[in-house]
Every structure is written in structure tokens, then in C-alpha cells.
């Protein structure tokens, strides 16, 4: 039924497609998106082309000229409040026309050729998108599924998507979503070599999310959806079907504060979540020696409120100043449970996050503009376990007892502040900045406070023979101020015959740790060979530098071993583990010589327009990291016995962050979208990502060995060597709209380990080794012959590969016109929609069994969540 469905949806587009192929136009369609200069959509704008064709911007901003010939054109744009503008470019335009209206009396005339528009941009390369309009309505619109989807565009230049900053309206530091009823429009890696980014294009990807500015006539939309269990599907490792259900209920409004030169906008919704985490754990052993699996449903409800104000004056005619306000508050229950932790291991967790920003742009000048904004945020979290009792981990079995996070607090007050100033001349646009960040943190830290046994196999853990037993004493209270800073310049300048070169520079610095070395420069060039810009050509080469984050250093304070005491026991007794014990204890320090990780980056690539509508892309990066940040036990036993000869104390682990990790990687993208089919316009891409390091991407992130670097570089933890992703739109008959996003991963690692502490420093990562044949204790795997010690060669890390993962997403809906004057401003309208998210009930894998000749070796025993059916109804008015 799933494959005749999808075939009858091709056979649809195909109908339509050909359809529409015979259309009687001899032009291309130029679209594209109305702004002003804080980037924000001016719906209700004018556009004349060619003193002729006219063309109002809607509600998102955008405007479509559906058939326009080849040649040069003229476009005349008016708004009220802003200053005319006329703008020339040339058909076919492969790639969205976006017009930028400033706040002055002044007329400006700008030429925009083939390449001068955002898909030219000199810093711009095949996977920088901007998401608006139906391509933007196609997303989903529960705030996780929306992450979700745009965190794997993100990926397209090669990072993990987990990594991915979501920045809203201009401020660079990441933060929550907001309502998708409250956003105008997306960019997906904006110029990621523009020194006004930290990032590097493998770090994560960013994506920029602008709200919708207050409108000049009341508007609003009541909205509501519905998922009930019967029509969700079972989770993959559940035995039985549980009663999922969500339901989404919210509103929006928006308006005049006054006549002219004010409006507000604002947004409430509430989310009702009724999920169950999957228990898929091995507890046991029946009398034949058969595993016991202990497989079980358990609540996990979540109940969320997210609420958005925003305020925008006209204070002048060169003068725009913005107010917002958003609130994001979260009850969650039995987090952490599922897949191998069992139930009484969760704990209850209530987050929060309000933030105040206030933006302020001014234009100077028919050249020069100014940004100012300032952001105060206020989050935290409170944490209550299920149980405060000892942990007890079973190496690749299972996780019990209490929560090891304990009743923990974190309080956080930050400060952001930007600064930019943007200079345009004939042939030069010169932007400079600030970015400061200062983050008051006051965290109890009570992390493993209430001990934790390590079992390194399930017949030790029947025997009740522990591996250790770890804990942490001390004072669970750590407060510090952290400062953060960078100032960047870039200048973008456009040369005769279609080129454009692009140069920044980039300065950051930071205390705690001490940071003042981080200067970056970036360089990019753009070359447009045809005048008519259907060939664009780029290369980028540039340096990043990384940054220590608030979690960071307080994890580094957690473990000082001063107001902290970390301690281990090597083989305790069950129930009384520091019994005649000689306990280890473990402290981290910074290197005196800590630095800031580094990479270099270079890019080439190019965008083709074809005929009928079609673009496609291609890029190739190749990277380079060093001073890459890890810690490495310095002070590890010298002879494997944790109690043996030691470089300087004894029975003492000092974990040491340093500078001592490497890393290289290349990456191959590809894109093709078409855009203008009336039926049917898509967008598909794949990005190939060959990614090694020795540091797994993780400050604190130990080799197995603390004397040796074999084995080390490798794939990172969960990176996908292949990331895939795309989306598409089709009207169907009757006014119905159908549009589906598809995106996943193949060739994601994991590592294998043996369960225990091999080497006594500390760490429970080793891994295997290889054996020869006929060597006792050794298993048959896919990998080999491997032995837990005692081998003949070292066992690379991340050697496990996860199944691929596939998410297509489906929507169809229908709206239904309730007024009837045509003319009307804002016509009612009332949108019933049905959206399934894993709509092909694929079971994506999220753990499988990495610890040698535990029960679960090589078998997956947790996947995301499987087909997730609701219905919606929208009323708008």
C-alpha cells in the first residue's frame, strides 16, 4: 500500500508536470521575496515590471512574475514608509530576486545582473538556501519535527546535524524555535565564509531564522491539530502499542499600534505531547542461560508552552526601532529513560527560556546603515530524579538505580550584544561588527553525587562482583562569569566582467579559559563567465576558530578536585564500595599552554541555470584541523595496574585539556532544484562527508591510552558519511496541496568497546584487540577475531556503522475560502490539513549494542520514533 501510494503521487506530478509543459510561455518565472533592511518581510509592496506587469508582495513578502521573456527587465518597487526603488536584472534570473527597501526619502537605482542576487553571493556556495513562502508552509509545524527537518538542510555542508546554531533575527547565538506561525523566512548556511560567522561549514551549519514584522491592518489565525494512538504507529522495539497522542492548539495576532510608523505582532501555543520511551534492556538469565529482556513501555509526557511579542516603531524616517519578546517553559517526565535505561533511572525535568531583545537600525545615508541589537536571556533548568539511589551500569546490558544528575539546578543570565555598521559604495560593500556575549552562570552541579557501580558484564553484575564504583563529594555549587568577544571586517567588491571578490577578517577572545590569539581571515571569489549569469562559478579559503562554551568550563570546575573530590574504587565490595578501599581520584586542569582549535577550510564550486527552471549545484570542501581541544589522562599508570608507578603522584588521574588533536576531511555536495513549475517545484541534494579526528569532536573526549595515539583517527561518533535531504510541492486537483520533505543519513559509527578499564586510568573506553586464531576468550565478529585484552594489534575506534536512517515527511491540506469580496484585505479563510512525519514508518536506529560479548553486541535496541499521524485545522482572518 506504502509503494502504490507513492507511485500514484509520481504519477500525479508527472500528469501535471506535462501538463503544465504546454502552457503556452515563452519566458521564465521570476519570483522573489520583499525586505527591509533588518531583513524583515514588507508584505503589501508594489512591484511594476516594465512600467507594465504589476504585482503585489503578500503576506511572507514574496511576489511571483509568472512568465517573463529573456532579455533585460526593470522593476519598479514602492511601499509606503520607504523609499522607491527600481532594480534591473536579466531573465532567465536563476535564482530568487530579493529586493531590499530602506527606510529614507532617497530614490536609489541598483543593477542587479546575474550576479547580484542571494544565490550569487560571493560567500554563497550550492547548499545556502532561502526557505519562504509554500517551500517554507511545506516544513512541519511541530517545533521538534521543524529542528529536525532543518537541522539535516543544515548538514548539508558536512556537519552533525545535532551541531547545527539556530540563530533567530539576526543575533548570532543559538536559541529556541520560534512558533513556525511567527516566521517569515529561513536562510540554511548563510555565507559561511564571511567573517561575520564563527562557524566552519563543518561544525555543524547554521540556520537563521527571521519572525514577521506587525502588519498595517488587524490580522490573525486561530489553529489546532490533533494526533490520537490510533493513528500513530507502535515503536520499533515496543511489544506493544502504546496510547501516543499530541494536540497543538495556539493563535496569532497582528496590527496596527497606531495609524502609521507602529505595529505589533504576537504568537501563543501549547503543545500536549503523550509519548512512552521503549525499555529494550538484557537484565538477567533464565535456568538454560538464555538472556532476560526487560522490554517496556514508560510515559514520557511533555507539556510545553512557547508565547512571542513583537513590537515595531518608526521613530524617524531613517530611524526603525524593534522590541521582542519570547518565552519558551517545558515540563518534561521521565527523561533519560528508554533503550537500555531502565525506568527508575529517569528523572523529571522543567526548562525555561525568556528572552528580551530590542534592535535599533538607522539609516545614516543612502550608503551608509547602522545595526544595533541587544539580547537578554534568562534560562535554566531543574532536574528531580526518579530515584536517588546508587546507579548501577551493566556494561552493554543495562542502566539502573538512580539518575546520576541527581537534583540538579542551572541558572544562566546572558548578555548579547551586536553591533554592525554597513557602508555601500559603487563597487564596494564594507560591513564591520562587534559580538559580545557575557553569560552570569549558577549551576548546581550534583552529577554523580549519589555514586555509581560499573559492572563490565552481566554474569559479573548476577555474581555481584562490581569492576568500580565511582562517586563525586564536595560542594555541588559552581558560579563564574564568562566573557566572549569578536570584532570582524568584510568587504565585498565587485570587479567588470562578472567577478566579485569577497575578503574578511576575524578577531575572538574569551576568559575563562584565557583566549586572545584567535584572528581568521577569510577570502572568496565569484565569477559569473555568462552575461546572462546562467554559469556562476566560486571558490572560498579560509580560517575558523573554535570557543569554549559555558558547559564547558563548568564541567571543568565540576571536576577540580578541590571543592569536588572525584573518586574511583577498583573492584569494591557490593553495598560498602570504600571497604578497605585505596580510592583514585581524578581532577582536570586546563594545559598552561591552552590555545584555541583551528581549522582551514577551502571550497570550489558552481550553480548552472537550465531551461525550464531547473538549477543545479555542486561543491567539493577540503579541511584541515589543528589544535584541536581533547583531554589526556597525563599522569596515567605507567604499567596498565592502577595502582602502579605513575609520572607524578600516585593514585591520581589528572585529566588534562589540550591542544594535542588533529583532524582532516573532504566533502562533495550536489543540489538541483526546479522552481518554476506551476504544479510541481522541488529541491534535492546530497552531501558526501569523509570526516577523521582523534578527538571525536569532544573536549573531553580521552584516547584509550594515554601513552599512544594508534587507533585514534577516525569517524566521528553519529557523523553520517552521507547526508540526504529534499522537498517538494505539488497542486493537486481541487485546490489540494501536497508536499513532502525527505532527509536521512547512511554510514553513522559507533564504537566498540570491551566493557571495562583495561589500562587503570580511569576510563571505561577501551576498546578491543585483534586475537589469532585459536587465542581463549575470542569472538568471531564482523570486524574479526577480537579478544577484550591481551591481542595482537589495536582495534581502530568507531569501526561500528549504524543502519541508515530515512525520515519522509508528507502534508496535504486544503483551504477554504470564507469570504466572499475578493477584494478584501485579509480574507477569511479556514485550512484543514493532514501531516504524517516517518510516513514511511521506517524504523531509524539510534543505538545499537557496542560492548564486546555483551547480549546486545551488533543488535540495534533503540530507534526515533515511528509514523506520527495528526490532523490540523487553521482559521485565519
Not at 598552561?592 to 577550510?601: G, K, R, S, V
Not at 567539493?620 to 584541536?628: D, F, H, L, P, V
Not at 569517524?715 to 536521512?744: C, D, M, Y
Amino acid at each position: 500500500m506504502k509503494s502504490s501510494f507513492v507511485v500514484a503521487v509520481a504519477a500525479v506530478a508527472f500528469a501535471l508536470t506535462s501538463a503544465h509543459a504546454q502552457v503556452p510561455c515563452h519566458g521564465t518565472r521570476i519570483s522573489g521575496m520583499v525586505q527591509d533592511s533588518t531583513m524583515a518581510t514588507i508584505p503589501g509592496a508594489q512591484l511594476e515590471l516594465d512600467h507594465s506587469a504589476a504585482e503585489t508582495s503578500g503576506g511572507d513578502g514574496r511576489f511571483v512574475f509568472p512568465c517573463v521573456a529573456a532579455g533585460k527587465h526593470e522593476l519598479i518597487v514602492t511601499m509606503d514608509g520607504f523609499a522607491n526603488r527600481s532594480v534591473t536584472f536579466t531573465a532567465p534570473h536563476g535564482s530568487p530576486l530579493d529586493v531590499v527597501l530602506k527606510v529614507a526619502t532617497v530614490e536609489t537605482q541598483v543593477d542587479v545582473s546575474g550576479t547580484d542576487s542571494a544565490a550569487t553571493d560571493t560567500n554563497s556556495s550550492g547548499p545556502t538556501q532561502t526557505i519562504s513562502g509554500s517551500r517554507l508552509a511545506s516544513l512541519a509545524d511541530d517545533p521538534d519535527d521543524l529542528q529536525r527537518e532543518l537541522q539535516q538542510l543544515a548538514a548539508a555542508l558536512g556537519g552533525n546535524p545535532a551541531n547545527t546554531t539556530i540563530a533567530v533575527d539576526g543575533f548570532q547565538d543559538s536559541s529556541a524555535l520560534p512558533p513556525k506561525s511567527s516566521i517569515a523566512y529561513i536562510q540554511v548556511n548563510p555565507d559561511q565564509f564571511s567573517a561575520q560567522y564563527r562557524e566552519p561549514p563543518f561544525e555543524g551549519g547554521r540556520v537563521e531564522v527571521y519572525t514577521k514584522p506587525g502588519q498595517k491592518a488587524y490580522h490573525g489565525a486561530l489553529f489546532m491539530t490533533n494526533g490520537s494512538p490510533w493513528e500513530n504507529a507502535r515503536d520499533p522495539f515496543s511489544v506493544s502499542k502504546a496510547p501516543l497522542g499530541k494536540q497543538r492548539y495556539g493563535f496569532e495576532l497582528t496590527g496596527p499600534v497606531r495609524k502609521t510608523g507602529s505595529d505589533f505582532a504576537l504568537t501563543l501555543e501549547h503543545r500536549s505531547i503523550d509519548n512512552f520511551a521503549v525499555v529494550n534492556a538484557v537484565t538477567g538469565f533464565d535456568a538454560e542461560g538464555n538472556a532476560v529482556s526487560t522490554i517496556a513501555n514508560v510515559a514520557s509526557p511533555q507539556r510545553l508552552w512557547l508565547a512571542t511579542a513583537r513590537l515595531d516603531w518608526q521613530l524617524g524616517a531613517k530611524n526603525t526601532f524593534i522590541t521582542s519578546y519570547s518565552a519558551n517553559v517545558n515540563h518534561l517526565v521521565n527523561v533519560g529513560v528508554g533503550g537500555l535505561s531502565l525506568a527508575e533511572n529517569g528523572y523529571d525535568a522543567q526548562k525555561y527560556e525568556h528572552m528580551f531583545r530590542v534592535s535599533d537600525v538607522t539609516t545614516a545615508s543612502a550608503h551608509l546603515m547602522h545595526e544595533a541589537r541587544v539580547s537578554f536571556r534568562w534560562d535554566g533548568e531543574t532536574d528531580t530524579p526518579n530515584s536517588t539511589a546508587t546507579q548501577v551500569q551493566v556494561a552493554g546490558a543495562f542502566t539502573g538505580g538512580g539518575a546520576t544528575i541527581g537534583a540538579q539546578r542551572l541558572s544562566e543570565f546572558q548578555i548579547e550584544a551586536d553591533d554592525d555598521a554597513i557602508l555601500t559604495m559603487k563597487n564596494h560593500t564594507l560591513k564591520a561588527g562587534v559580538q559580545f556575549f557575557m553569560n552570569d552562570e549558577h549551576q548546581k552541579l550534583t552529577s554523580n553525587f549519589n555514586g555509581t557501580y560499573i559492572f563490565g558484564s552481566l554474569q559479573d553484575y548476577i555474581a555481584g562482583t562490581p569492576t568500580a564504583f565511582t562517586n563525586v563529594a564536595g560542594t555541588p555549587d559552581v558560579s563564574f562569569t564568562l566573557v566572549r568577544d569578536a570584532l570582524f571586517v568584510q568587504d565585498d567588491w565587485k570587479l567588470q566582467h562578472g567577478v566579485q571578490i569577497s575578503a574578511g577578517l576575524r578577531y575572538y577572545l574569551q576568559n575563562n579559559p584565557a583566549l586572545y590569539n584567535s584572528i581568521t581571515p577569510r577570502l572568496g571569489i565569484l565569477w559569473s563567465p555568462t552575461k546572462k549569469g546562467t554559469w556562476t562559478l566560486h571558490a572560498h579559503a579560509g580560517m575558523f576558530a573554535g570557543q569554549y562554551s559555558p558547559g564547558t568550563y563548568a564541567e571543568m570546575l565540576r571536576e577540580d578536585g578541590i571543592h569536588r573530590i572525584t573518586s574511583t574504587v577498583y573492584n569494591p565490595v557490593y553495598g560498602d564500595p570504600f571497604l578497605g578501599a585505596t580510592p583514585i581520584h581524578s581532577l582536570r586542569v586546563f594545559s598552561p599552554h591552552i590555545t584555541n582549535l583551528t581549522w582551514a577550510a577551502e571550497n570550489i564550486g558552481g550553480t548552472r541555470t537550465l531551461p525550464h527552471g531547473f538549477n543545479v549545484s555542486a561543491d567539493y570542501y577540503i579541511g584541515r584541523i589543528w589544535n584541536y581541544t581533547r583531554s589526556n589522562n597525563i599522569n596515567a599508570p605507567l604499567n596498565g595496574d592502577p595502582f602502579g608507578p605513575r609520572p607524578g603522584v600516585a593514585n591520581v588521574n589528572i585529566l588534562q585539556m589540550q591542544n594535542s588533536g588533529q583532524g582532516r576531511v573532504n566533502a562533495e555536495f550536489f543540489g538541483i532544484e526546479q522552481h518554476t513549475l506551476k504544479h510541481v517545484q522541488f529541491f534535492m541534494g546530497a552531501v558526501r562527508v569523509d570526516l577523521i579526528d582523534d578527538t571525536d569532536d569532544n573536549e573531553f573526549f580521552t584516547p584509550q591510552n594515554a601513552y599512544s595515539n594508534a587507533g585514534e583517527l577516525a569517524h566521528r561518533s553519529g557523523q553520517n558519511e552521507w547526508n540526504f535531504f529534499g522537498n517538494a510541492t505539488f497542486k493537486l486537483p481541487e485546490k489540494i496541496e501536497l508536499s513532502t520533505n525527505v532527509n536521512g543519513g547512511a554510514e553513522g559509527r559507533y564504537n566498540i568497546t570491551t566493557g571495562f578499564d583495561n589500562n587503570g586510568d580511569g576510563n571505561f573506553n577501551d576498546r578491543p584487540e585483534y586475537a589469532a586464531p585459536g587465542t581463549p576468550g575470542a569472538i568471531s565478529t564482523p570486524y574479526g577475531l577480537l579478544v577484550a585484552s591481551g591481542g595482537i594489534g589495536v582495534f581502530p575506534r568507531n569501526e561500528g556503522v549504524m543502519p541508515t536512517r530515512v525520515y519522509l515527511d508528507m502534508n496535504v491540506q486544503r483551504a477554504f475560502p470564507l469570504t466572499r469580496k475578493q477584494k478584501a484585505e485579509h480574507k477569511q479563510t479556514l485550512t484543514a490539513n493532514v501531516r504524517s512525519s516517518n510516513v514511511l514508518n521506517h524504523m531509524n536506529v539510534t543505538g545499537v549494542g557496542g560492548v564486546l560479548g555483551s547480549p546486545l553486541f551488533g543488535r540495534p535496541y533503540a530507534a526515533d520514533n515511528g509514523r506520527r499521524v495528526e490532523a490540523g485545522l487553521r482559521y485565519s482572518f
